[in-house]
């Protein structure tokens, strides 16, 4: 994570009931982060649909950028009304969404849509599009469920690299909601990929249970001290984890998960773990990636 500046949360509209209920809470998330809010709308097409040489015609984006522009005013007012003093700025570009809302997320801290469903549809389905959660330069949220107020953030730990951007990312929004912390560890009979991984290796004799109970307990450790006000629970799971995110998400804050794992959290973002979290979470699902992702 960049510790320099207070980059803005960057909310997606595209007019859509889920689009609206996301920009309501990446209005809540700039707020606690004491960081402006960026509402941003694209509303042309995809190169690829007009065969990276034709575009649409100039009146069609007349029409759509005057959509576009009522939608941002509207958006605005509704969450200045809704978050007195909020900083609110709005952008729209006449691109397609997927690729100009990859370059916006270079300047985000934060990169907030509703579920897939509408102009941004199809992001995280494993289309020939870009992945957005998979390819973006910051953390992507998307907003689904019914964000508990009183619930915990949790965290999906396997020991990956991945999962130890995420358990920074869970911390910091557990300690700026004042909410408990759990971090999940789970495996299955088969995810022979997760038990011995290097991100995992078990001690000789040493049962499964403890493996991940040791693997919490070092993971863990320094962020406890860096974040004393957050009360942790750890949770050793035998079960698929997708399962126990899911099930964990009901009544939870905020789920956050690495964009891709290791063993048990193989594939996250394009794999069946991600599909069944970004499309059937009970809560917000925070999607992370490393720094060195990044400058990928």
């Known amino acids: 994570m960049s510790t320099t500046g207070n980059p803005p949360v960057v909310v997606a509209v595209d007019g859509s009931e889920t689009a609206a209920a996301a920009a309501l809470w990446a209005a809540g998330e700039a707020a606690r982060r004491h960081a402006a809010l960026l509402v941003f709308t694209a509303y042309g097409y995809e ?172 993971r863990l450790a320094g962020w406890q001290e860096k974040y004393p006000d957050v009360q942790v629970e750890r949770r050793v799971e035998h079960d698929r984890p997708r399962a126990r995110l899911l099930s964990a998400s009901r009544g939870a804050q905020l789920v956050v998960v690495g964009s891709r794992g290791r063993g048990g959290f193989t594939g996250l973002v394009l794999g069946s773990t991600s599909q069944a979290l970004l499309h059937h979470a009970s809560c917000p699902v925070m999607v992370v990636r490393t720094e060195k992702e990044n400058r990928t």
């Open 47 to 218: 190169d690829a649909a007009f065969g990276g040489k034709m575009y649409p015609p100039s009146d069609w984006l007349a029409v759509k950028g005057a959509e576009a522009g009522e939608l941002l005013r509207t958006t605005r007012a509704t969450l200045e009304a809704a978050v007195p003093g909020a900083a609110v700025s709005t952008e729209a570009s006449d691109r397609g969404p997927i690729p100009v809302l990859l370059e916006v997320s270079a300047r985000a801290r934060v990169l907030v849509t509703g579920e897939p469903v509408g102009a941004i549809a199809g992001l995280f389905s494993g289309s020939p599009d870009v992945d957005l959660a998979a390819k973006a330069h910051c953390p992507v949220v998307v907003v689904r469920g019914n964000e508990s107020v009183d619930g915990p953030v949790v965290v999906g730990v396997d020991g990956s690299p991945l999962s130890e951007a995420a358990i920074a990312w869970a911390f910091e929004e557990a300690s700026l909601r004042g909410a408990p912390l759990v971090a999940l560890y789970a495996w299955h009979d088969g995810d022979t990929a997760g038990l011995f991984s290097d991100g995992n290796v078990a001690f000789q004799g040493e049962a499964v249970q403890d493996s991940g109970r040791r693997l919490l307990a070092e």
